[in-house]
């Protein structure tokens, strides 16, 4: 079974980190790719860009945008399934504080 953690993109790559994937449907500013080290980038996973802007428009609306981006999840099986064969041990990464949208993710990831 996979291990999933959660990370800051910004943050360099550590031996526990197991597979690096970003979650985040913009590349992080100011990152190199370099810098990044990425497995992954599996932009199917990520919230589109409309629900990113509403959620961006109505951050109080947490229970809502979960919902809506575990509908676009519904759709997203086969970067769903990249992230879920990534490896033992795969980490998650953005570049938000807040990464709601992980959370969602690794409620998804785990009920599988």
Aim: net charge negative; charged share 35%.
């Amino acid at each position: 079974m996979t291990e999933f953690r959660r990370g800051r993109a910004y943050d360099p790559r550590t031996p526990e980190d197991g597979a690096r994937i970003l979650v985040d449907r913009l590349w992080p500013r100011g990152l190199k790719k370099e810098a990044a080290d990425l497995d992954l980038w599996p932009k199917d996973a990520t919230p589109s860009t409309d629900l990113r802007k509403w959620f961006h428009a109505n951050p109080d609306q947490v229970e809502e945008f979960a919902e809506r981006y575990r509908a676009e999840l519904a759709q997203a099986g086969e970067a769903l399934d990249e992230i879920r064969s990534a490896g033992e041990v795969v980490t998650l990464l953005t570049a938000s504080n807040d990464g709601e949208h992980v959370k969602v993710l690794l409620e998804i990831l785990d009920e599988d």
